[in-house]
Structures are given as structure tokens and as C-alpha cells.
């Protein structure tokens, strides 16, 4: 069993930056791969990025490729999302989930999600 916990959500400017976090609990989540997914207010839910198990490749959606970058403490058991150069479009509720496919990109191969965290950009 899996536990995820998001932080680091807010308010920001148009072209800020925001680190979000993913703690995890549980003894197996190291051997899980974790993805970043968001959801804007009446869309549906979509991929932004996941990283492997051991943390050596990730991947990312067009739509923040060269602005997002993920990375991962295995000590800590904490996956990060570092969201620079902000636009208004990125707000969202973002969740962060484990599974055990890498690559994957559908919400469907996730078996543990968190709560979210809602990250919002003024333009």
C-alpha cells in the first residue's frame, strides 16, 4: 500500500515558478514509478510527466516540455515537479500518482493517487 501527499501549491504570476512535492509512505514506493497528472476546471484530467522507479528517466507532455522538470529523492521518498516559466493555462489541480508501468501516461495505469494541490497562475 501506497500513501501520496501533494504540496506546494498556490498562487502565482505568469512566468513564476513553483516546486510542488509528493511525499510518499509505505515501503514499496521506491520500486514505483510516479507521474504528475492536473486537471483545469471542466477538463478532463491529463498527463504533464512520470519518472521512473530509480529516478534515471523521465518524460514529459508536449504541453510542458522544456518549462517542468521532475526529480526524485529515494531517501525521502518524495517525488518533485519543478514548474518554471508559469502561463495561465498550467492551472490546474495537480496529482501525483504511482504505478508500476514506466513509460505510461494514462491515468488508468496508476494504481495510487494523492489528493492534489492547486496550483493557480495569474496572468
Known amino acids: 500500500q501506497v500513501q501520496l501527499v501533494e504540496s506546494g501549491g498556490g498562487l502565482v504570476q505568469a512566468g513564476g515558478s513553483l516546486r510542488l512535492s509528493c511525499a510518499a509512505s509505505?515501503?514499496?514506493?521506491?520500486?514505483?514509478?510516479t507521474g504528475w497528472f492536473r486537471q483545469a476546471s471542466g477538463k478532463e484530467r491529463e498527463f504533464v510527466g512520470a519518472i521512473n522507479w530509480r529516478g534515471s528517466s523521465t518524460y514529459y507532455a508536449d504541453s510542458v516540455k522544456g518549462r517542468f522538470t521532475i526529480s526524485r529523492d529515494v531517501a525521502k521518498n518524495t517525488v518533485y515537479l519543478q514548474m518554471n516559466s508559469l502561463k495561465p493555462e498550467d492551472t490546474a489541480i495537480y496529482y501525483c500518482a504511482a504505478g508500476v508501468t514506466y513509460p505510461a501516461n494514462r491515468a488508468t495505469e496508476y494504481e495510487y493517487w494523492g489528493q492534489g494541490t492547486q496550483v493557480t497562475v495569474s496572468s
Open positions: 509505505g515501503r514499496t514506493f521506491s520500486s514505483y514509478a
